[in-house]
C-alpha cells in the first residue's frame, strides 16, 4: 500500500507564488517518476510537470519557466515551486506516482490552488 500526501495549496493574487508538496508513504519500491497533474472545473486532467528517476524534469508548456519540479529520493518527496501564478493556473493538483513491479499509477487526494485578485 502506498500513500501520496499533498500540501500547500491556497488562495494566491496574480503574480503570487506557492509551494506544493507531495509525501509518499508506505510500501515504496522502484520509483519510476513522480509528477505533478492538474484539472481544472470543466477540464481534463493534465500533466504539469514530471520528473522520471535518473532523467530530467519535463515541464507543460503553459507552465515552463514558471513552475519547477524537484525531488528529493532519500525522503520519497516531490516538490512544485510555482511562481508567476494566473488564474488560469486555478486548479485542483494532484501528485502522482509511478513505481514498483508490475508499474502501477498512485495519485494523492489533490490540493486546491486559486489564482485571484
Known amino acids: 500500500q502506498v500513500r501520496l500526501v499533498e500540501s500547500g495549496g491556497g488562495l494566491v493574487q496574480p503574480g503570487g507564488s506557492l509551494r506544493l508538496s507531495c509525501a509518499a508513504s508506505g510500501d515504496i519500491y522502484r520509483v519510476y517518476h513522480m509528477a505533478w497533474y492538474r484539472q481544472a472545473p470543466g477540464k481534463e486532467r493534465e500533466l504539469v510537470a514530471n520528473?522520471?528517476?535518473?532523467?530530467?524534469?519535463n515541464y507543460a508548456d503553459s507552465v515552463k519557466g514558471r513552475f519547477t519540479i524537484s525531488r528529493d529520493n532519500a525522503k520519497n518527496t516531490v516538490s512544485l515551486q510555482m511562481n508567476s501564478l494566473q488564474p488560469e493556473d486555478t486548479a485542483v493538483y494532484y501528485c502522482?506516482?509511478?513505481?514498483?513491479?508490475?508499474?502501477?499509477?498512485?495519485w494523492g487526494q489533490g490540493t486546491q490552488v486559486t489564482v485571484s485578485s
Open positions: 520528473f522520471p528517476s535518473g532523467g530530467t524534469p
Open positions: 502522482n506516482a509511478r513505481m514498483g513491479i508490475p508499474i502501477k499509477a498512485y
